[in-house]
Nanobody
Framework: QVQLEESGGGLVQAGGSLRLSCVAS????????MGWFRQALGKEREFVST???????DYADSVKGRFTISRDNAKNTVYLQLNSLKPEDTAVYYC???????????????????WGQGTQVTVSS
């Protein structure tokens, strides 16, 4: 059974930073794309960032230049560094692992098979 567990969320002032982690079990993630999505209260889940099996990265325009995704295959973990946080970044952040191995950038939730429970990020103004 594949499980993903996020951590690192919290309350931070605008301009601050957080580092989210997502540890996978039940699957070796090195052959899969990993993604981060977020869902704010009353809104739909939206794409934040993805990293391919080969290390290629992609970001939503709203976070480009502020967030950085990375992976440590030895630890079966993916990270999301959040810098220069804004109140509009407030949301529950979810990590996910793709349905199929290899391939390129994946921005659509349906391309992901397994999801974590999410970690809350709250940015105060």
């Amino acid at each position: 059974q594949v499980q993903l567990e996020e951590s690192g969320g919290g309350l931070v002032q605008a301009g601050g930073s957080l580092r989210l982690s997502c540890v996978a079990s039940g699957r070796t993630i090195s052959s899969y794309s990993m993604g981060w999505f977020r869902q704010a209260l009353g809104k739909e889940r939206e794409f934040v960032s993805t990293i391919t099996w080969s290390g290629g990265t992609d970001y939503a325009d709203s976070v480009k230049g502020r967030f950085t995704i990375s992976r440590d295959n030895a630890k079966n973990t993916v990270y999301l560094q959040l810098n220069s946080l804004k109140p509009e970044d407030t949301a529950v952040y979810y990590c996910a692992t793709s349905r199929t191995s290899y391939g390129g950038s994946r921005r659509i939730p349906a391309e992901y098979a397994y999801w974590g429970q999410g970690t809350q990020v709250t940015v105060s103004s």
